[in-house]
């Protein structure tokens, strides 16, 4: 025959001994706590993804625009993409070697 069970009081949400149903209590409590905030002021991972997606869609709608390309015009643009490519990291490294400048950094090699 089935047992039939008995509400537990609330602040004993675990099943461990006497001793640690204030810290039980406490962690339900905390969670519960943090679950409303979530609700407030969001997620950081979902904010991080509302951060990221104007570059997600940038970088599907370059993707779209390449594959209805055909073998010979992505041949004949990829010296104009390599170009662009080597100008935007050469951008990046002046920055750099400015920065390490400013720091006083040596230049080794």
């Known amino acids: 025959m089935a047992q039939l069970l008995t509400p537990q009081k609330p602040y ?6 006497q ?41 599907n709608l370059e993707h779209a625009k390449l594959g209805e390309l055909s073998n010979d015009e992505l041949r004949a643009i990829t010296p104009i993409l390599k170009a662009k490519i080597t100008a935007g990291l050469k951008e990046i490294d002046d920055k750099i070697s400015e920065l390490k400048k400013k720091l006083g950094y040596s230049q080794l090699g």
């Open 12 to 17: 004993k949400i675990c099943n461990l001994n």
């Open 19 to 59: 001793q640690l149903g204030y810290f039980c209590w406490f962690k339900k409590l905390n969670a519960m706590i943090g679950g409303i905030l979530k609700k407030l002021f969001g997620d950081k991972g979902q904010k991080d993804l509302k951060e990221l997606q104007p570059f997600v869609e940038a970088a």
